[in-house]
């Protein structure tokens, strides 16, 4: 997997493959993310913690540390694999592939690392239209369909034809 380049004459991912992909993903950390939701919140309470900033603790941790979790993850992933198990299940990949690790951070950082701040209220909403803009800038993107994180990066992502 790792090893086979994406054929050259690739035609871009369609916007709802690169959505597909997105879901999956958020459905598995969305887990993850409860799982350490309650147990900080566990935590906090047997502490006698439960109303530190409001009882919002838990969930300003939960999500910085989910959203860190992911930006790692999703960094990793493109650096290893050329994509994520999401975009594996949709059959779609990044183009080019062998790209240096800090321009794949820097994709991470522009568009998963922003779910670290969605537990800190008013600067969610922000962060919610941070994600969204750049959803819309693919969508605009025409032919190749690339939001900021891709144009940073230099890349694109394509359908996997092999």
Sequence with gaps: MAGTAPRPDAPPAEWWERLGARLIEALVFGVFYYILFIGLWGFFRTVGMADVFGGRLPGVLAWAVAGLAYAGYDWLAHSRY???FGKAIMRIRLAPQGLPARALLK?????PAPIMLMGIPVVNLLA????????LLILIDKPLERGPHDR?????VVKDLR
Aim: hydrophobic share 50%.
């Design 152 to 156: 940073v990066a230099g890349t694109r």
């Design 82 to 84: 050329g994509r994520t």
């Design 128 to 135: 919610g239209m941070l994600l969204f803009g750049v959803g």
């Design 107 to 111: 994709r991470a950082l522009i568009y």
